[in-house]
C-alpha cells in the first residue's frame, strides 16, 4: 500500500523537545525561533527530513507556522485545520493562532520585546517572506539573526533525504519535449532580458525536463535546483544529488543540460550570478540564495516564476490524459462505493475503507491497462465527527466505524502516468440526519452554481467563490477553505496559480485543470464535501469570448442526500445530465450487481420524487 496509518504526531515529546530547542537559543542568544512548514523548496508536502514543526509540535498538517520563544509558544494554522490542531498538540505549550488573519511576520509585533533577537534558517525563508519579517522587526528595533537551523541540531534521529533515482515522463504523456520547452523558456527569458533564470521548485524541474521523482511521499517529484541561461548556445545546469542518476536516465538528461552536484551548487550560482541579471521567484527563493546572488554583484530580478503558468496551462496531450485517467478512477470509484453498500451495517473502519480504495483502484489500472504509480495524496477517510475535520488523517488511533445514520467522507487521488485525480463524496451510510440531507443539498448547489459558470476573459478564482458560498450564506452557513485548487498532470494535486477562493487572483485560461469543491462541517457530526476536477475551456458563444467548465471526474454523487425539493431546475437538469454522462463513460465496463448500481445511482431525480425513492 502506499498509504500507512501510524501516528506521526508525538506532541507528548513535544515539552522535551522544546526544552531542547530552548537550550540552543539560549546558547545563540536569540529570545525567538522561527518554523515554518518549509523546507528548501517550498513543497507543500513536505520530504520526511524537513518535518521540523510536526516534529517540534505534533502538528501535521500541511499548512503552519510556530514561532517558538524563550518562555511561551505560538501555532498559526488555516481554516482547513482549526479542528485537527486542538486533537494534536500540547495546547498547555502552545497558543494558537490564524494563519490567514494574523500571520507570523505580523503577530510577532505583540509578542516581542524592543529589542530582542529573532532567529530564523535562512534557507526556509523567502526573499519575500523576509521582507515581510523585516518590514515588522523595523517597527519594533527586533534583530533578525539568520542561523543554522536549530531543530536539525536537536533531532538526531531525523530521517535521511531520499536515495530514489530520477525516472523519465514519456513525451506520449508530457506532450512536448523537454528541448522545445527549454527553447520556449529561453524565449521568455530573452524577452525579459534576464541572463538566466534560478528554478528552486521541483515541480518546475520536473515539467521542464520531463522527470519525475519519489522524494516527496505522493508528489513524483525529485527535489533539485536548475539554473536557466538565457543565451541559446549555453545547457541549463540541474542541480542534484548523484544517486539521482542512474544508467536509464543518464544519456537523456545530459543531451539537456549538465549536471551539478549539490556540493558545487554553490560555486555554479555565484557564477552564473557575477554581474548577471539573475530571474528570481521571491515568494520560492530562499532569502539564503537571494543573498548569494547579490554577493556575488547579482542582481535579482523578481519575478514568477515563468513554468508555474506554463505547467498549469495543459496542452491538449494532458488534457486527454486527464480524461483517461477519470475514466479508470471513476470505474475505481463506482467499484468502492457499490463494495462499500454490501458490507453489513457497522462493519467497516475507516481504515477498512481507505485501503479498500487504494486496491480497487490499483487492480482497475491494471485491468484497464494501465497503472497506479501512486495515490495524489493520504486518502482522507472520515466517519461521522471525523468527516468535520477538513483534511482528516486517520491513523490506528483514531480510526473510527463506519456507523448506521451518519455520514462518511472519502477525498481521495490517483497519480497516473497520465493525470492526476482528486475526488470527494460524502455517502450516506444507512438513514442520514434530515438536517444533514439540507446541508449536503446546499453544497450540491454551490457546487453546480460552479460547474455551470461561464465568464469573460480575465475572470480569476476570487470572482466567482461567491457562487459556490451562496446557497450556504442564505442558510448562515460558510466553510474555512477554499472552493477549488489546481491539479497537476501527474505532478502534484495541489497546484497553482490557478484556484478558486476569496483570495485566488489568478485570471482563468483555458487549459488549467482546478477542483470544484464547495463544503460543510458541523464540529462534531459530520462533514460534507463534493469535489470534482474541471478544467477550463473555451464556450461555444459566437460573439463573445467566454470560458466556462467541463467536468472531468466520473462519479455519482449521492442522491440519498439530496432534497431536490430545494434546488432549482436548472439545478436539478445540470445533475440528472450530469448522472446520465458518467452512466454513458462508465456503464461499458461493469455487468451483473455493479452495473445494476450505476443505473440506480444515477436515476434522473425530479422535485416530485425524492431522492431516497428515486
Known amino acids: ?210 522527470i519525475r521523482g519519489n522524494d516527496v511521499e505522493h508528489n513524483p517529484l525529485a527535489l533539485g535546483y536548475a539554473i536557466v541561461p538565457t543565451a541559446e548556445n549555453e545547457k541549463p545546469f540541474l542541480i542534484v544529488a548523484k544517486n539521482k542518476i542512474n544508467d536509464e536516465n543518464r544519456d537523456y538528461l545530459q543531451k539537456l543540460c549538465t549536471i551539478i552536484e549539490p556540493r558545487d551548487f554553490d560555486k555554479i550560482l555565484t557564477a552564473q550570478a557575477t554581474g548577471a541579471h539573475m530571474h528570481c521567484d521571491p515568494n520560492l527563493v530562499s532569502s539564503a540564495l537571494g543573498d548569494m546572488i547579490t554577493n556575488a554583484k547579482g542582481k535579482i530580478i523578481a519575478k514568477r516564476d515563468p513554468i508555474v503558468l506554463l505547467r498549469a496551462i495543459k496542452n491538449e496531450t494532458e488534457i486527454n490524459g486527464s480524461r483517461s485517467a477519470h475514466l479508470r478512477d471513476g470505474v475505481a470509484c463506482v467499484k468502492f462505493l457499490h463494495w462499500l453498500e454490501t458490507q453489513a451495517p457497522n462493519s467497516v473502519t475507516e481504515i477498512d475503507a481507505a485501503k479498500q480504495l487504494e486496491e480497487i483502484r490499483a487492480l482497475t489500472a491494471i485491468d484497464m491497462n494501465s497503472e497506479l504509480k501512486e495515490i495524489s495524496f493520504d486518502t482522507i477517510s472520515g466517519a461521522g465527527a471525523n468527516g468535520a475535520i477538513v483534511h482528516y488523517r486517520v491513523t490506528d488511533d483514531t480510526n473510527a466505524t463506519l456507523t448506521e445514520n451518519s455520514l462518511y467522507l472519502v477525498d481521495s487521488g490517483g497519480q497516473y502516468e497520465d493525470g492526476t485525480t482528486d475526488i470527494t463524496r460524502t455517502i450516506a451510510i444507512g438513514k442520514p440526519p434530515q438536517e444533514a440531507i439540507i446541508d449536503f443539498t446546499l453544497v450540491l448547489r454551490g457546487h453546480i452554481n460552479i460547474a455551470l459558470a461561464r465568464f469573460p476573459m480575465g475572470t480569476r478564482g476570487v470572482d466567482i467563490d461567491v457562487l459556490a458560498r451562496m446557497p450556504l450564506w442564505q442558510h448562515g452557513k460558510d466553510y474555512a477553505h477554499g472552493t477549488g485548487h489546481g491539479v497537476g498532470s501527474y505532478m502534484n494535486v495541489h497546484e497553482g496559480p490557478q484556484g478558486i477562493s476569496k483570495r485566488a487572483m489568478e485570471p482563468f485560461k483555458a487549459g488549467m485543470i482546478i477542483s470544484n469543491e464547495p463544503g460543510f462541517y458541523k464540529e462534531g457530526e459530520y462533514g460534507i464535501r463534493i469535489e470534482n476536477l474541471v478544467v477550463v475551456k473555451e464556450t461555444d458563444e459566437p460573439d463573445n469570448a467566454m470560458l466556462g467548465f467541463e467536468t472531468l471526474t466520473l462519479c455519482p454523487i449521492d442522491t440519498n442526500l439530496i432534497d431536490p425539493t430545494i434546488m432549482t431546475d436548472e439545478e436539478l437538469h445540470w445533475l440528472n445530465a450530469y448522472h446520465g454522462h458518467v452512466s454513458r463513460q462508465l456503464s461499458e465496463h461493469f455487468e451483473g450487481a455493479e452495473l445494476a448500481w450505476l443505473k440506480n445511482a444515477t436515476k434522473p431525480l425530479s422535485k416530485e420524487l425524492p431522492a431516497a425513492s428515486a
Do not use: C
Request: no cysteine; proline share 5%; glycine share 4%.
Open 1 to 210: 500500500m502506499f498509504q500507512n496509518f501510524t501516528t506521526t504526531s508525538q506532541s507528548e515529546k513535544s515539552a522535551e523537545r522544546i526544552a531542547a530547542l530552548r537550550s540552543k537559543m539560549k546558547n545563540e542568544n536569540i529570545d525567538w525561533f522561527l518554523v515554518p512548514h518549509a523546507d528548501e523548496h517550498q513543497n507543500e508536502y513536505l520530504p520526511k527530513y524537513a518535518e521540523r514543526l510536526a516534529w517540534i509540535s505534533g502538528f501535521t498538517g500541511s499548512a503552519g507556522f510556530a514561532i517558538i520563544g524563550i518562555n511561551e509558544a505560538f501555532l498559526f494554522v488555516d481554516g482547513r485545520y482549526t479542528a485537527q490542531v486542538k486533537t494534536q498538540i500540547d495546547l498547555e505549550l502552545f497558543k494558537t493562532q490564524d494563519l490567514i488573519t494574523q500571520p507570523p511576520s505580523s503577530f510577532i509585533s505583540s509578542i516581542a520585546k524592543f529589542g530582542e533577537t529573532i532567529g530564523y534558517d535562512p534557507k526556509l525563508i523567502t526573499i519575500t517572506g523576509l521582507t515581510k519579517w523585516e518590514t515588522t522587526a523595523d517597527k519594533i528595533k527586533a534583530k533578525l539573526k539568520p542561523t543554522q537551523n536549530l531543530i536539525s541540531l536537536i533531532w538526531k534521529d531525523a530521517p535521511s533525504p531520499s536515495r530514489e533515482p530520477i525516472f523519465l515522463h514519456d513525451e506520449k504523456y508530457a506532450g512536448e519535449s523537454a528541448l522545445s520547452k527549454i527553447a520556449n523558456l529561453k524565449a521568455i527569458l530573452e524577452e525579459d532580458r534576464t541572463d538566466a533564470l534560478l528554478l528552486t521548485d521541483p515541480a518546475s524541474l520536473a515539467w521542464l525536463f520531463n
